[in-house]
């Protein structure tokens, strides 16, 4: 092999190494558009978890409030039920 064909077939490896470091790149530019896609969803799914405790915070106090109502209008209940006269 002279020194021609050895150029030569330097230069079809290099073009060759060439274009696998261009899909490869291609490659990691789709996975780093996919990584911060996931990223992006996983920052609105935080976002939604925080204001779904939110909204489960306000509502036990709610329950919360509900349940004192309730054991209070029973003993204004049984306090009338008491002022009644037995029969």
């Known amino acids: 092999m002279n020194l021609e064909e050895r150029i030569e077939r330097l230069t079809g490896i290099v073009e060759s190494l060439a274009a696998s470091v261009v899909t490869h790149d291609n490659q990691i530019e789709a996975h780093t558009r996919q990584i911060g896609a996931i990223v992006d969803l996983a920052a609105t799914q935080q976002r939604q ?4 405790d939110g909204q489960i915070e306000a509502l ?4 919360e409030e509900n349940a004192r109502n ?6 204004q209940w049984q306090a009338y ?5 037995r029969q």
């Open 49 to 52: 978890i925080e204001a779904h």
């Open 81 to 85: 039920i008491n002022t009644l006269p």
């Open 70 to 75: 309730w054991k209070n209008l029973e003993r």
């Open 60 to 63: 036990v106090k709610i329950s």
